[in-house]
């Protein structure tokens, strides 16, 4: 049986739980709770997720690499180190 949230509590690098894949999006649950969900990502070059409408803020945390991210139209880049709260 796999279990694909990280175990609590612990120590973790998030930027270690993922591997980029060529051509593809990859994630993993962080933490999964009726209130809300953590979620990480590895986006390949040029990939991107569909536009969105959740009930409750998103922060994204941008842990290597570079990103365009697009809000109501308006382009923000990140930076390895860079957050943005949608």
């Not at 690098?13 to 009726?34: H, R, W």
């Not at 209130?35 to 986006?43: L, Y």
Request: net charge negative; proline share 2%.
């Amino acid at each position: 049986m796999e279990i694909n949230e990280l175990i609590n509590p612990g120590v973790h690098n998030i930027k270690n739980e993922l591997e980029y894949e060529s051509g593809s999006v990859v994630f993993k649950s962080i933490l999964k709770k009726y209130t809300g969900s953590v979620t990480a990502f590895a986006f390949d070059v040029g990939k991107s997720l569909v536009d969105k409408v959740l009930p409750f803020n998103t922060m994204i945390q941008l842990i290597d690499g570079n990103a365009e991210i697009v809000i109501n139209e308006e382009s923000f880049l990140l930076s390895s180190g860079d957050s943005i709260i949608i």
